[in-house]
């Protein structure tokens, strides 16, 4: 919604709509108060008001305009507190159980990402490493774990509308769930050195079948890689991908 | 004068000689406090004009990545980063404080309270001195070996901490350097300005008595006093961690970069109303002369201000929502930051109630007083979507923030500043500016701010995130019609900037050749109206005494719409 960002998770939904109710109640304060502001300017300009009036401002007639706006601001601003915690758990305090898992890994200045390979589980030998690249499959609950190597990094997919900071020596566990297929931006939300302004990848999410041939085609050349030395060596080879 | 020659004293012998002090003593080792006064501002001013070319730099960067800049050359990324960082550190640190804070509340705080000079006068020489120093100690930092530091004004360690990742070892240990001198200066300024509003107000001036710019000054230096402790101990490690070898912030020998994050917001929000507090005070003086008016509820007013005050160290986290923290955490930040908009927009409802029944003149100092309340509440309702912790999942760290805050900044840095140094230049000079090329530069000035800032709203919106010096590197934001949103912006800057020079030039000029001004020439009621224009040192021929509160227009009656706050009944 968020003008014409596409909207491809199911809960940027959520957020788009929490935006939209932000907008239309600060946004009625908003016009009410200028509107009031500039007729004000306008009724009480010299040239019209020549004379001002002496108003303390304990005036009960007078003081309603203020305290009854005081009032209604405070009820908008329930409505908006309940409404920003409800998306909140909904994304960032609530763990959806996965259908596949996938590690993301943010360093000076690239992102690298580790996928489950045909398994379906993270760290055995069919994993499927690229760099800058994300393949997800359309209307798959996935977790992601969050890591760094160095500095602080940010995990932005506006698409999404999700963000996760990576912090070094942490992994960050969240959620997502593509609801449409297409390719889009990722990019680092959080500055990370004199490269921060080219790091950034794609995700490219895919129908289930699709996604699954990808994975197939990778994990195969994983295993093959992995039956001719050690596990961890084919991990590095493989984030060359 | 006996009032006076008793005060004398305190001030040291340099000053109450009767030769007159050679201009080095009068003008750089003076403990006059409106000499600090200009000090402070004319340094911060100074300052202002290297931030506004490096947002010249950096925003022509944006626009037209990979050209040469006229004036500047090529941008490469780490000369970006320390632009983007050294801006905002400027404008925080070294245009807003001093200007606002220090130049202000030095100027304004005697001359309103009616007493002769700061408490503690050479304490005040001293707190410019060591912000002088900072000052230099940024500006240099600029041309060390490997360049300014580019970890942006937050510094968030390890990238701030470690020197084989910031790639600027003596850029970022001299930025820490410079903010923690700059923080001691203003330790020593809040004391003064404290001390002196308690103790040093004329003989009848109540608490109740004291006008809003005074009261403003003062909660803002209590908040800035209360909240920078943290913050330095913090540099402390900071600077430890990048030249001793310690592990405050490094996660992998037991530190944690996080921390550094609660400290610096711990001090950064509150550090908002610290600079926003003295330009609403400003403010409130114009616009009651302005519009002829009593304040509307200024008690109420104070009382909207304390709560602001206290809420604000509440709210720090809204900072971190997506940077790690416990998520359950963010909810009560959230409940914290969404309700402290009920004292902002009550303090901004009183302020505009109080034009109801006016008679209002559009001046210059009154046109910039206005626009300040038009243009902070664009930031103000923005900051909602900010503190609702669910849009910022989205919002955070993109342009939408920066337009948010640019928003609240620009209209308390300059904005406010400007209304300020319009509305009492007579009193600091003697002399009146044009009231023309006060109209020229006003329009010239809010126009294309809106212009450069609204695009910002927009590409917040596509998601274009912060600190990136060529946009052409992500598909989705390579797209021309956001490029063309960004050269809009960056258009709208250079215009701005470009406007500021009839605003330099009427300064200048008017200082020295404007119509003299009279003791009193808005017709205002507060104390600083009642000495000379300039005031000498020393302020009043004859210490005032105060009868009444700041804001008594049209008292029925009398026969003038005003009645000053010294005036006899």
Redesign the interface.
């Known amino acids: 919604m968020l003008l014409s960002l596409p909207s491809a998770s199911t809960f940027s939904g959520d957020i788009d709509g929490l935006v939209v109710l932000v907008t239309l109640l600060t946004g009625g304060w908003f016009i009410a108060t200028q509107v009031m502001f500039f007729w004000l300017l306008w009724r009480f300009r010299a040239g019209a008001s020549p004379k001002s009036q002496y108003i303390t401002g304990k005036e009960p007639h007078l003081k309603r305009w203020i305290n009854i706006p005081h009032t209604l601001i405070l009820i908008c601003d329930v409505v908006i507190i309940v409404a920003a915690v409800r998306v909140w758990v909904k994304v960032k305090q609530t763990l959806p159980p996965p259908d596949d898992t996938v590690r993301v890994v943010g360093q000076q200045w690239t992102w690298t990402f580790q996928h489950s390979g045909a398994d379906g589980t993270l760290d055995t030998a069919d994993d499927v490493w690229t760099s800058d690249t994300l393949h997800v499959a359309q209307g798959k609950t996935y977790h992601f774990l969050l890591e760094s190597k160095d500095v602080l990094h940010s995990f932005f997919v506006p698409v999404f509308r999700l963000k996760q900071d990576a912090i070094p020596g942490r992994t960050i566990t969240g959620w997502f769930q593509a609801t449409k297929t297409g390719t889009y931006d990722i990019l680092c939300a959080e500055i990370c050195g004199i490269g921060h302004g080219i790091m950034g990848g794609r995700i490219i999410i895919d129908t289930p079948e699709q996604h699954a041939s990808w994975v197939q085609q990778h994990s195969t050349m994983a295993d093959a890689a992995a039956a001719s030395t050690d596990t961890t060596a084919a991990a590095s080879a493989g984030a060359s991908n | 004068m006996s009032d006076h020659a008793t005060a004398a004293p305190a001030h040291g012998a340099v000053h109450h000689g009767h030769a007159e002090p050679n201009w080095f003593l009068k003008y750089f080792w003076s403990t006059d406090h409106k000499i600090i006064a200009f000090q402070y501002m004319f340094t911060g001013m100074a300052m202002a004009l290297v931030a506004g070319f490096m947002a010249y730099v950096f925003r022509m960067q944006i626009a037209f990545p990979g050209q040469a800049v006229p004036l500047f050359g090529f941008v490469s ?2 000369v ?2 320390a632009l983007i960082t050294n801006h905002g550190s400027i404008m925080v640190f070294w245009v807003a404080m001093p200007v606002l804070l220090a130049g202000f509340g030095n100027y304004l705080i005697p001359l309103m309270c009616g007493c002769d000079d700061m408490v503690f006068p050479r304490i005040n020489r001293l707190s410019y001195q060591l912000f002088l120093l900072s000052a230099i100690v940024l500006l240099v930092s600029l041309f060390v070996p490997g360049g300014g530091f ?3 004004w937050t510094a ?1 360690p ?2 701030s901490a ?1 020197p084989k ?3 600027t070892p003596m850029g970022s240990t001299m930025w820490v350097l410079a903010v923690a001198l700059e923080f001691v200066a203003f330790l020593l300024g809040g004391i003064n300005f404290i001390v002196t509003a308690m103790n040093a107000r004329a003989p009848g001036m109540r608490a109740f008595d004291v006008p809003l710019a005074v009261w403003m000054i003062v909660v803002a230096s209590l908040l800035f006093m209360a909240s920078v402790g943290p913050l330095i101990a913090g540099a402390v490690m900071l600077l430890f961690d990048q030249n001793l070898g310690t592990a405050f912030y490094n ?2 020998r037991g530190g944690d ?2 921390l550094w994050q609660h400290l610096f917001w711990f001090f950064g929000h509150p550090e908002v109303y610290v600079v926003l507090l003295p330009a609403m005070g400003i403010v409130a003086e114009i616009m009651t002369v302005f ?8 008690k ?1 007013v104070i009382y909207t201000v304390i709560a602001t005050g206290a809420l604000s160290f509440f709210v720090w986290a809204h900072h971190q ?4 923290i416990d ?2 955490m ?2 009560v930040f ?2 914290t930051t ?2 402290i ?2 004292p902002v ?2 303090m ?3 302020y ?2 109080t ?8 001046t210059t100092p009154m046109l910039w007083a ?1 626009a300040f ?2 243009e902070f ?2 930031g103000g ?2 900051g ?2 900010l ?5 910022d ?2 919002f ?3 342009y939408f923030v920066v337009a948010h805050f640019h928003y609240t900044f620009y209209p308390i840095a300059i904005i406010g500043t400007i209304a300020g140094v319009t509305f009492w230049f007579p009193k600091m000079f003697g002399r009146m500016m044009n009231e023309t090329w006060g109209k020229i530069h006003f329009w010239g000035t809010i126009i294309p701010f809106n212009f450069i800032f609204i695009p910002m709203f ?1 590409l917040g ?3 274009e ?6 946009y052409t ?5 390579a797209n021309p019609q956001l490029q063309a949103l960004r050269i809009t912006s960056t258009v709208a800057l250079v215009v701005m900037l470009l406007f500021q020079f009839p605003f330099l030039f009427n300064f200048i000029y008017s200082m020295f050749k404007g119509p003299k001004a009279e003791k009193n020439p808005w017709k205002s009621n507060t104390l600083e109206w009642t000495a000379d224009s300039p005031p000498p040192h020393g302020n009043f021929p004859e210490m005032p005494t105060v009868y009444r509160g700041p804001y008594e ?4 009656g009398r026969d003038t ?1 005003y009645w000053p706050q010294n005036e006899k009944a």
């Open positions: 990324p780490n970006y980063n580019g970890g942006a968030y390890p990238l470690v990742y910031n790639l996660p992998a970069p996080v519009a002829r008016k009593k304040m509307f509820a200024y109420t929502f997506v940077a790690g998520p359950r963010s909810n959230t409940v969404v309700i908009s009920i927009a009550e901004c409802f009183l505009v109630a034009l109801y029944g006016g008679s209002i003149r559009f206005l309340m038009a509440l664009i309702v923005t909602i979507y503190g609702a912790s669910g849009a999942i989205f955070h760290d993109t927009i919106m596509y998601g995130h912060r600190r990136i010096y060529d590197n992500f598909p989705d934001l227009y049209a008292t029925p719409d």
